[in-house]
């Protein structure tokens, strides 16, 4: 019960602190260059889309949590998956500036998947490629925003 609440205060946390960034941004009009969106609002919206998944999440946690028996949250199990999947995401943010995007995060999902729950690389492979490309594709090419390339700056 303790991890969860916590976890609700995190998203929560992040959630209203995007929202203060975002209207900050907005209010110094010189950094919206390039269109009407621009990054203050972009961290408005997340900001709200954070804090409605924390309430979802909050009100299914509570009733799974009323629903079924007590879970340890603190097995050696839980606590090795945590602690991979913030290796894994240490990893990511340290190679991002030296691979570039797409190649950082190509890796991140192929080692991410099998920890969250894609348990073949028949099924890891696939996502594991089609993410980066999404997210490049959303980000990139439709909303404008500028990705680290790496060592691939010359090139792409």
């Not at 995190?10 to 621009?38: F, H, M, N, P």
């Not at 099924?123 to 993410?131: A, F, I, R």
Request: charged share 10%.
């Amino acid at each position: 019960m303790k991890g969860f609440l916590v976890e609700l205060l995190i998203l929560l946390s992040v959630g209203v602190l995007s929202i203060v960034e975002g209207i900050r941004l907005v209010k110094a009009e010189k950094l919206q260059l390039y269109d009407v969106l621009g990054p203050g609002f972009y961290n408005i919206g997340m900001g709200f889309v954070l804090i409605l998944v924390g309430v979802i999440y909050f009100i299914s946690q509570r009733r799974s949590i009323s629903d079924s028996p007590k879970k340890s949250a603190a097995s050696s199990e839980y606590r090795i998956k945590m602690g991979s999947m913030v290796g894994v995401l240490a990893a990511y943010i340290f190679l991002l500036n030296y691979l570039g995007y797409f190649f950082s995060s190509l890796l991140f999902f192929i080692l991410i998947n099998p920890i969250v729950g894609f348990q073949t690389w028949r099924s890891n492979l696939p996502v594991s490629l089609t993410m980066p490309v999404i997210f490049y594709v959303v980000f990139v090419v439709w909303l404008n925003m500028i990705f680290p390339q790496g060592i691939w700056a010359g090139l792409f």
